[in-house]
């Protein structure tokens, strides 16, 4: 008794790691199908796949560590037989620009490229907020015109729209420089106002949220919510608070201006004598009769509420955001929000080479495009129903080569087929099959075997008999939707009973519709 008791206290407890989890087939094939959605959405655009292995030096990963001092701080980092350090990749355009870093002249410039993988972050999990989860990118890498720019904004707007999420979002746009203008304009420049810049900025991104009059305050002193939190302000003079809300296009109507034009206004009057911030104006300018000529003027805004990754970023920026609402967990009516973003990052290739390398590129955040497609009942990740393999039940196991043999023909045939490999009866096995969604199932017992036969049971049509049968005598003297055929004939048969429930299985019957 103590021995067993020991053996019990030896056996591990299963459970997984926190932020990470496991997917099942159903949720993979939906989310493969919006996969090969988006990429083919890229190629259309010219860009081409690379894929990069998930571990990068950690030197590499550059801006995107807190700290070199302590390369575990955000990243999973270890340590290589040569004592360098080496990290699970932060996201996946660190490791892009090391590959064009190091295949410069090899590869053709401008050069478009598009990733999907994981990525992992060294952080505390959350609701929502996982340790290792899926990206996927498109760049473009040596191209220092705007027009880059805004073919990934419109890139991002098809890809949207291939996605069934027609006049459901908008693309918003904005500029690094017009920003560090803007934070200039109102004597916020240098290394030591960084922080009150930062506040300035969170401020700004809150607009859409508490408008122009909770803005104001966090510009100024600061603001007590309806809960009774205080949040302190950037404490900013009313004659610079003034300049921000023009800036933004918020006068206390309570709407931003919908137009880019008035936007575009509201940028050069409130950036008067700030070259860096008139020379994004005149960007955001190019971007947009770009996006007029194109016909993406009602789906591509520039917006001064897009602040994003501001440390990172050296021009445009911009995301595009789900306008369906949704409802939080405190139970309030919200936008869906941001699903994908990015920007022109010109100095990030340049770490690893003398030479200016300018690049511009955008990210989809995979998990939260696939939850909204799944809230708006999307039809592309219902897709077509997947039949579970054909059973083959194992009656007789001294007779098992031949069970193996049944097997093999269906799978020739190009039918999913498997043996049944555990040990039980053939109640269990019938059971077994149920539980793998198998359409059908094929038995032979001695007496089908000396008549050269199988029984083909199919499960499906079966089910729906036996719903109406009251009882065990009634449904064994039926034996409902169960049919014996010749072996040379049984292929022939499972085909029949795939098409009835799953049209378009049969590998001609796919080519005709194609």
Excluded at 67 to 77: I, M
Excluded at 382 to 395: C, F, I, M, S, Y
Excluded at 421 to 436: E, I, N, P, T, W
Excluded at 462 to 479: D, H, L, Q, V
């Amino acid at each position: 008794m103590a021995k067993a008791d020991s053996n019990k206290a030896d056996t591990l407890k299963p459970r997984l790691p926190r932020g990470f989890v496991d997917r099942r087939e159903d949720e993979i094939a939906a989310q493969h199908r919006m996969l090969e959605t988006i990429r083919r959405s890229f190629e259309l655009y010219g860009f081409e796949a690379l894929e990069t292995p998930f571990v990068e030096y950690t030197e590499a990963l550059g801006k995107f560590l807190p700290d070199l001092d302590r390369p575990n701080e955000g990243v999973f980092s270890f340590q290589d037989d040569d004592e360098s350090w080496l990290s699970l990749r932060y996201d996946l355009t660190a490791p892009l620009a090391r590959h064009v870093a190091e295949h410069f002249d090899a590869i053709p410039k401008p050069y478009r490229s598009f990733r999907a993988g994981y990525v992992f972050r060294n952080e505390k999990p959350g609701p929502g907020r996982f340790r290792q989860f899926m990206q996927f990118d498109a760049d473009i890498v040596g191209a220092g015109s705007v027009a880059a720019d805004a073919e990934i904004c419109m890139l991002m707007a098809d890809t949207l729209e291939k996605l069934g999420l027609t006049g459901q979002y908008v693309v918003k746009v904005n500029n690094r420089k017009v920003l560090d203008g803007l934070m200039e304009s109102i004597g916020l420049s240098g290394p030591d106002k960084a922080g009150q810049r930062l506040t300035v900025l969170r401020a700004i991104d809150k607009l859409d949220r508490l408008g122009d009059a909770g803005v104001r305050e966090l510009l100024g002193a600061g603001r007590k919510d309806e809960s009774g939190d205080f949040t302190k302000g950037a404490g900013l003079a009313d004659e610079a608070i003034g300049r921000v809300l023009a800036f933004t296009g918020w006068t206390g109507t309570g709407s931003a201006p919908a137009d880019n034009a008035t936007t575009l206004a509201n940028f050069e009057a409130s950036l008067a004598g700030s070259a860096i911030g008139l020379e994004g104006v005149r960007e955001l300018a190019d971007m947009a009769a770009l996006f007029a000529a194109a016909g993406y003027e009602d789906r591509i805004r520039i917006d001064p509420s897009v602040v994003r990754g501001l440390e990172y970023y050296t021009g445009p920026v911009y995301e595009a955001e789900l306008t369906f609402p949704v409802t939080n967990e405190d139970g309030q009516t919200v936008r869906f929000g941001s699903v994908s973003g990015g920007g022109r990052y010109d100095g990030l290739v340049g770490r690893f080479r003398s030479e200016p390398v300018p690049a511009t590129g955008f990210s989809i955040g995979v998990s939260r495009l696939f939850s909204a497609l799944q809230l708006v009942k999307s039809p592309l990740l219902e897709g077509t129903a997947k039949p579970g393999p054909v059973v083959v039940l194992v009656l007789d196991r001294e007779n098992i080569a031949d069970y193996q043999r049944l097997v093999s023909s269906l799978r020739e045939a190009g039918i999913r087929a498997e043996l049944y490999l555990g040990g039980s009866g053939m109640k269990a096995q019938m059971k077994y099959a149920d539980r793998r969604g198998s359409p059908c199932a094929i038995i032979q017992g001695s007496n089908e075997r000396e008549a050269g036969e199988v029984q083909i049971k199919d499960l499906i049509e079966g089910a729906k008999a036996a719903a109406a049968i009251t009882s065990n005598a009634e449904w064994k003297a039926a034996r409902p939707a169960q049919f014996s055929v010749p072996v040379a004939e049984m292929v022939e048969r499972v085909w029949d009973v795939l098409e009835t429930h799953f049209p378009g299985s049969r590998p001609e019957a796919s080519a005709e519709r194609n």
